[in-house]
């Protein structure tokens, strides 16, 4: 019988800006930790974390890693996250998977939009966190600046744990405040240097360590007597309280360094053993929330191994030569490998394939996994990611993972016809790994558009295409989905005439066109009597019209929102026939519309712009220049949050514009609203470009 006992577990995701170093210190962790045993490189691209040919080639990730190791007698599972807005539904993904979150700030305390986003991603699911100031070697850092950066942006009071020895090109390390011990670090080596504290920083250090003691005090009543009765807290009193007051989210402990001179680097992963709570912990304060997937009624679990098992799928990765593998969490309960188990967001039966524990490109084979384990399980055939796992008897549908919406869209075609199936598979894969970019194809325009988060993200996606499947494909902007409709009544007659000998063809009817409200639709009455038209031909009357309304008589763009009625005509007894019919209600159409003052429909999109306040007057004023309203401004502390109506063809630019405009700060989502009409000069201009790219038709 197996006796080895099961080791705490702490899962982390790592969260940051871009380019605030979250790569570096998930390497310098792994390597102080003793889990390699040379220290990588992001610019050379020898790092766990970064193992895809397109993160080494972009120098920055683009996917979630999974890094697990031991250390302390502590199962450690770090989830390193890219840090571009582009790839926001990664980080957003991995926060449903862990217990804790280390959120990463550069010494230059810039704290852009995608990480404020984030923070407020990680309040809703009131995940404890410890900051890491990272960079203080770098000439321009600043702890003080990076701590004002995350009071004013993130809206929290970190507590520092450590006080640097210099900063800048003179950094030295830091002093441990809990340990009281000078903490150096050379590059290269795991093992750090422990010396006394320098006489010059003794006064500062036990100052910042009795503001650290406060804060720890004044979070529990219990604390604050001993702490009065003392006038100091014994170190387990200390250790516990903070603990406690992490995992309740009232204190963020924040520590700082230098990810690249592995300074600060041992006592942070201290912390993240020491400090931050275990997955039964977490759940015992926050229970994992979710409902019954047959009556809706509302279920939790407290991430005990005594509970029934449950995993959430939070990512989806196809490897070429592991086939199919779905990251989970497993929240509650034990699962044996090759067990079959109930996919409650699917209602089916999952044969589970074989488990794997992850370390970047590696996997290790496990028989079984255990409530708070983070694996990779197998070839599952219907699951995909967000999807919940369970058990038949006792089910739980965990929430869905809530990604953003794509906002950027390019149609794209292959290179050559040969390449036709190959881009509908690859991109069919690709979306089942990320389930942000879209695919479709579209029937009115004929075109296959890819739509993604932003322009990195929709590169990096033709880069797998490309490297994965052999696809190439060529990218432009997508045409715009314009709709014709009319303004007033209008009558014609269709009649369709025609004798070759024999039977002939004979068809008479006079339609009635009207404008309905937007958004109506098509609506089509019989109004005939006294049998001008017999009742059977009037269905394929309907049917021409509907296929007349297939091209307008402006573009060609397809009818929308009128309503035809036919109220009169005449038939042939020999020559009439369905045929004739259709073709008839099909011309009356054409001709009703000529007179029924047609005009040119756009498609107008709701958009949500996060902007910061020192760039809002900037970004409304490229709103009203792309023809778009104002709906409401609301300032949520230092970022305006803009609701207006664009239309569409407005936006195909906006991504960039919006960099542009915000240094990188902003962001946007946007999805349909509904249809209006185009102003007189830009329908003239719309229908001009239209006319000049659509084909000819040829005669026979």
């Known amino acids: 019988m197996n006796t080895t006992p099961v080791m705490p577990i ?3 995701a790592i969260v940051s800006n871009a380019g605030a170093g979250k790569t570096s210190l998930s390497e310098a962790l792994l390597f102080v930790g003793g889990a390699i045993p040379i220290l990588g490189s992001v610019t050379q691209g020898s790092t766990v974390s970064d193992f895809e040919l397109e993160e080494t080639h972009h120098h920055c990730s683009v996917s979630t890693s999974v890094l697990r190791f031991s250390w302390n007698q502590t199962d450690l599972t ?27 700030v550069n010494g230059q305390g810039t704290i852009r939009t995608e990480l404020a986003r984030l923070w407020t991603r990680i309040q809703e699911l009131g995940l404890p966190c410890v900051l890491f100031v990272n960079g203080l070697d770098r000439e321009d850092a600043s702890l003080d600046r990076a701590l004002e950066a995350c009071r004013a942006h993130l809206a929290c009071q970190p507590i520092p744990l450590v006080l640097p020895v210099e900063q800048g090109m003179a950094h030295e390390g830091v002093i441990d405040l809990l340990s009281s011990q000078w903490i150096r670090s050379e590059p290269s080596v795991a093992k750090p240097q422990i010396r006394p504290i320098p006489r010059a920083l003794e006064v500062e250090a036990n100052e910042r360590r009795r503001q650290v003691v406060e804060a720890v005090a004044e979070s529990d009543e219990t604390l604050l007597d001993i702490y009065l009765a003392q006038e100091n807290l014994p170190n387990e009193f200390l250790l516990s309280g903070l603990r406690s007051a992490i995992l309740a989210r009232r204190l963020f402990p924040l520590y700082a360094g230098s990810a690249l001179r592995l300074s600060g680097v041992w006592p942070l992963l201290h912390a993240l053993s020491l400090l931050l709570p275990s997955p039964s912990e977490r759940g015992a304060v926050l229970p994992f929330s979710g409902t019954h997937p047959h009556t809706g009624a509302p279920c939790e679990r407290k991430g005990r191994e005594e509970e029934p098992f449950s995993a959430l799928v939070f990512k989806t990765v196809i490897d070429p030569f592991m086939g199919r593998l779905s990251y989970c969490r497993v929240v509650s309960g034990t699962v044996h490998a090759d067990s079959t188990v109930w996919n ?5 039966r999952e044969k589970l394939g074989h488990f794997y524990t992850l370390f970047g490109k590696h996997h290790t084979a496990i028989p079984l996994a255990r409530a708070g384990e983070i694996i990779a399980i197998g070839k599952l055939q219907h699951t995909q990611t967000g999807d919940t796992l369970c058990t038949e008897k006792e089910p739980i549908c965990y929430p869905d993972l809530r990604l ?16 036709i199936e190959k881009v509908g598979l690859g991109l069919h894969k690709l979306r089942e790994e990320d389930p ?23 590169d990096l996606a033709l880069e797998k295409l490309r490297r994965k499947f052999g696809a190439e494909v060529l990218v432009h902007a997508p045409k715009i989905p314009y709709r014709e409709t009319i303004r007033s009544v209008s009558q014609a007659q269709g009649k369709y005439k025609k004798q070759t000998g024999g039977h002939g063809q004979y068809g008479d009817c006079w339609l009635e066109v009207a404008p309905l409200p937007r958004g109506q639709g098509f609506v089509f009455e019989n109004r005939v009597v006294g049998g001008a038209i017999p009742r059977n031909f009037i269905p394929a009357i309907e049917k021409g019209v509907v296929e007349a309304m297939h091209e307008g008589i402006l573009g060609g763009f397809p009818v929308v ?3 035809v009625t036919v109220y009169d005509g005449s038939y042939h007894v020999v020559d009439s026939s369905e045929l004739s019919f259709k073709i008839a209600g099909a011309l009356a159409l054409k001709k009703a519309m000529e007179t029924a003052h047609p005009v040119l429909l756009e498609p107008i999109m709701e958009v ?6 020192d760039a809002i007057g900037a970004v409304m004023g490229d709103l009203s220049a792309r023809r778009g309203r104002i709906l409401s401004v609301n300032a949520e502390h230092h970022i305006e949050r803009i609701k207006a109506l664009v239309p569409l063809a407005e936006l195909s630019s906006y991504a960039p514009s919006l960099d542009n405009l915000t240094g990188g700060r902003g ?34």
């Open 404 to 419: 953003p919406r794509p906002v950027l869209s390019f149609a794209i075609e292959a290179k050559s016809k040969t390449d």
């Open 344 to 348: 409650a967001s699917k209602r089916c």
């Open 10 to 12: 702490r899962n982390v």
């Open 561 to 563: 929102d009128i309503r």
């Open 78 to 104: 770090l989830l390193d996250t890219p840090g571009a807005i582009s790839l926001l539904g990664e980080p957003l993904a991995a926060l449903r998977a862990v217990d804790a979150v280390l959120v990463v």
């Open 608 to 613: 949500e712009i996060e902007a910061p306040t």
């Open 667 to 700: 962001n946007y989502t946007m999805e349909f609203s509904r249809y209006e009409e185009v102003p007189n000069d830009s329908a003239a201009r719309i229908l001009e470009q239209h006319k000049a790219t659509r084909p000819v038709a040829v005669a026979p």
């Open 436 to 458: 942000t970019l879209e695919f479709v194809r579209h029937a009115e325009t004929k075109e296959m558009v890819l739509s993604g988060l932003g322009q990195l993200h929709i």
